[in-house]
Every structure is written in C-alpha cells, then in structure tokens.
C-alpha cells in the first residue's frame, strides 16, 4: 500500500504559477498527476516514469506545466505557469505501473486532492 498526500494548491490569478508536491510512502513506481474540474471527468494531466526519464503530458498543459520528481524524499512535483481559469480543478496524484499506463488513467494509487482555483 502507497500513500500519496498532495499539497501546494490554492487561489492565483490567471497568468500566475503554483508548484504542487505529492509526498509519497514509497518511491517504486511511476507517478502522475490527474485533475477533475466540477461536473468533468478526471482526466490525465502529466507522468513521470520512476527514474525520471521519460514523461507525457496531456496537450492542454504542454508547454506550460513541467513535471519532476526526487526519489530520495519521495516526492512528486508539478510545476504549472501561465495558469488559465480552465486549468482551475482538484488535483490528485497517483501512481501507476509506467507512463503510458497512467495516461489510460490505470492507476495503483490515487491522492485525496488539492484544489486550484484559477481567477481571472
């Protein structure tokens, strides 16, 4: 069992820049990160594999968000600049099996969330 805690949401305005963490218990696997915005579906926003490697994002946030992890303090990053209202959603984090995986949402474990609220 993998628990992941997710934090660094919060308010900013559009253009603006916010960096989540995930702290996870274990550092075995590839991680990624999921957003689901109010009456959406969750859906994939980026991965890592587990040494970092290689990584996927979705379109939307290519270009813009950047994704890293450290393996020596178990943690998960994601980097997001120029925020638009629509990236404005619960983020989770969540761990998988490869980086293709977590991009057809097989996921192991997910976060409980941490929400982005984007004004503009």
């Known amino acids: 069992q993998v628990q992941l805690v997710e934090s660094g949401g919060g308010l900013v305005q559009a253009g603006g820049s916010l960096r989540l963490s995930c702290e996870a218990s274990?550092?075995?696997?590839?991680m990624g990160w999921f957003r689901q915005a109010p009456g959406k579906e969750r859906e994939f926003v980026a991965a890592?594999?587990?040494?970092?490697?290689?990584?996927t994002f979705a379109d939307s946030v290519k270009g813009r968000f950047t994704i890293s992890r450290d393996n020596t303090k178990n943690m998960l990053y994601l980097q997001m600049n120029n925020l638009k209202p629509e990236d404005t959603a619960a983020y989770y984090c969540?761990?998988?099996?490869?980086?293709?995986?977590?991009?057809?949402?097989?996921?192991?474990?997910w976060g409980r969330g941490t929400q982005v609220s984007v004004s503009s």
């Open positions: 274990g550092s075995v696997y590839a």
């Open positions: 890592i594999s587990w040494s970092g490697d290689k990584s």
């Open positions: 969540a761990a998988g099996q490869n980086t293709m995986t977590l991009t057809h949402s097989h996921v192991y474990y």
